[in-house]
């Protein structure tokens, strides 16, 4: 009887209190979207300052920003895609130099990449100031390089390392801005600015790396180009990355919806601001995408595997298996009730005009909101995709989605 007593008292102590699990979901949740979430709160004080004292919103620099964020995205996605999948089997293996040799030859072939295929449409078609085209370019090149090492911190669970940096670089970014007013109210001091904040991280998160995990003098290892597993996951990203901004290609430059700022930097109002909003609002299906994954699949997954490896009986590897699919579908289903529910009361907030819209079509929001829902099942199933290896089914999958997404995008204008 004491052992039990002794027991309980132990279990009681390790029982978080209500500050450590606030605590941990806020954590979880900054992990999940702390980057895209403190990229809005700081481009949203820098765009309402402006427009305050200026009377002028800073439209060049948010599309130099939205264009070298499509661009970096799409870019480096197959290239950080097909390296992270040759690092996991490095970790597995404990070639911790190899990590660090395929980083910088990952690194080095995005900047081959991104510096011609930016620079060529900014310098051949735009009509903005020089220092604008070096600075789009200049832009591009660090989101590129952005992407790729938050990647790599990811695959290695030290996402909170990234975090924090972003975090203390868009701090940065916005004291500088605050300091400098009323210069640095003007687009180009903006875009120095920011690619000051974004290359913040990205030295950071390489100094880590080279820190932590370099033992010998760096070579190039260019071996994670030549894998034929990993030729499948990096078009797989590549045509998620080209699906999820085609529609706005397509608004940008169709004659009936777009707006010109410039030759090569179009927008258009009616389905930017609804769109950027909808997205932002996913950011509650993002945290429950990331929870789900990291409390109801990774736990499950590696278990299966460790018994699997060790030959363990069928017995056990079925209790392992019935786990994974159910916590599977336990996300699945929190994504579809708890983020659906939350959207479809927005939406009825709306239908009752308690909330003016800013817009004039506001069918374009109700549209994109309710899309969020099944843009992050679908994210979650890409996911869970890529945890089984099933990269036959997940490319057939992204690029069915690209074509969707296209003919969805085209027949709504035509209509």
Not at 134 to 148: P, R
Not at 249 to 268: K, M, N, Q, V
Not at 297 to 315: C, D, G, M, Q, S
């Amino acid at each position: 009887m004491p052992d039990v007593t002794f027991l309980i008292e132990k279990h009681q102590q390790k029982r978080p209190d209500l500050i450590q699990a606030f605590y941990r979901e806020s954590i979880d949740s900054l992990e999940a979207v702390g980057i895209w979430f403190f990229t809005i709160f700081f481009l949203a004080v820098m765009g309402l300052t402006i427009h305050l004292s200026a009377e002028r919103a800073p439209l060049l620099f948010y599309l130099i920003l939205t264009y070298a964020t499509a661009i970096s995205l799409i870019l480096s996605a197959p290239v950080h895609s097909m390296f992270t999948r040759k690092l996991l089997d490095d970790i597995f293996l404990g070639n911790i130099q190899l990590i660090v040799n395929g980083l910088i030859t990952a690194s080095l072939l995005l900047i081959l990449m991104a510096l011609p295929l930016s620079a060529l449409p900014v310098f051949l078609l735009s009509t903005v100031p020089l220092n604008l085209k070096i600075g789009f370019v200049t832009l591009t090149t660090f989101l590129s390089l952005f992407w790729c090492i938050n990647s790599v911190l990811s695959a290695l669970q030290k996402e909170r390392v990234f975090l924090w940096l972003f975090l203390g670089s868009m701090g940065l970014v916005l004291l500088l801005f605050l300091l400098g007013r009323p210069e640095t109210t003007r687009p180009p001091a903006l875009v120095l600015i920011f690619s000051l904040g974004i290359a913040i991280p990205v030295a950071g998160g390489y100094g880590y790396m080279i820190r932590f995990y370099v033992r010998e003098p760096i070579r190039m290892d260019w071996s994670f180009l030549k894998r034929r597993e990993s030729m499948k996951p990096g078009l797989s990203l590549f045509f998620f990355s080209l699906g999820l901004w085609i529609d706005k290609f397509i608004f940008w430059f169709s004659p009936r919806t777009g707006e010109i700022a410039d030759p090569l930097f179009h927008y258009a109002v009616e389905y930017d601001y609804p769109f950027f909003l909808a997205l932002t609002t996913m950011m509650i299906g993002s945290v429950l995408v990331y929870r789900g994954i990291k409390r109801r699949v990774t736990t499950p997954y590696k278990a299966f595997l460790f018994k699997l490896e060790h030959n363990f009986p069928f017995r056990d590897l079925a209790i392992e298996k019935h786990a994974l699919f159910y916590g599977i579908g336990h996300v699945a289903a929190t994504i579809l009730m708890v983020y659906g529910g939350i959207v479809l009361y927005i939406l009825f907030i709306l239908y009752l005009r308690w909330v003016p819209l800013p817009w004039k079509n506001p069918f374009t929001f109700h549209y994109l909101l309710l899309g969020t829902v099944f843009f992050a099942l679908y994210t979650f199933y890409f996911l869970i995709l890529q945890y089984l290896d099933d990269f036959d089914g997940l490319l057939r999958v992204t690029f069915l989605f690209l074509l969707l997404n296209t003919a969805a995008t085209l027949l709504s204008i035509l209509l």
